[in-house]
């Protein structure tokens, strides 16, 4: 069977979109976040507040990881840094685990797993 018409490329393909929407959306709202404590945004304006506290539950469990950086007035969330790499590396998994349910034909898999051998 042909791996480019088999019936699991269309859903697998539409998983890795959802996945790379998600892992976007969530980034872009980390960087959000980032930039607004790095310019020294007032926390109670309301989108600053709004942005805070949409990615509080993303940022929260790398609070602690690193001290707060000082930078004339404004906060370098280092933090904010290591949870946007730390999301990124967990989406590149999730694609790598829906890519291993791909149809592979006889062919394909011998190429692979020689090209494998050779690293």
Same mark, same amino acid.
């Given at each position: 069977?042909?791996s480019?018409?088999?019936?699991t490329?269309?859903? !697998?393909?539409?998983?890795?979109?959802?996945? %790379? /929407? =998600?892992?976007?959306?969530?980034?872009?709202?980390?960087l959000?976040?980032?930039?607004?404590k790095?310019?020294?945004?007032?926390p109670? +304006?309301g989108?600053?507040?709004? =942005? /805070?506290?949409?990615? /509080?539950?993303? +940022?929260?469990?790398?609070?602690t990881v690193?001290?707060?950086?000082?930078?004339?007035?404004s906060?370098f969330?280092w933090?904010?840094? !290591?949870?946007?790499?730390? /999301? %990124?590396?967990?989406?590149?998994?999730? =694609?790598?685990?829906?890519?291993?349910g791909?149809?592979?034909?006889?062919?394909? +898999?011998?190429?692979?797993?020689?090209? *494998?051998? +050779? *690293?």
């Amino acid at each position: 069977m042909d791996s480019f018409n088999s019936p699991t490329t269309k859903p !697998l393909y539409r998983g890795t979109q959802i996945v %790379w /929407y =998600i892992l976007g959306l969530l980034e872009i709202l980390l960087l959000f976040r980032f930039v607004l404590k790095f310019l020294g945004a007032n926390p109670d +304006a309301g989108f600053s507040s709004f =942005i /805070y506290g949409i990615t /509080y539950v993303f +940022a929260a469990p790398f609070l602690t990881v690193f001290n707060i950086t000082y930078v004339g007035g404004s906060i370098f969330e280092w933090t904010t840094v !290591l949870a946007m790499f730390v /999301y %990124w590396i967990i989406a590149t998994g999730i =694609i790598k685990l829906f890519l291993m349910g791909k149809t592979v034909s006889t062919p394909e +898999a011998a190429t692979k797993l020689n090209m *494998e051998e +050779a *690293e």
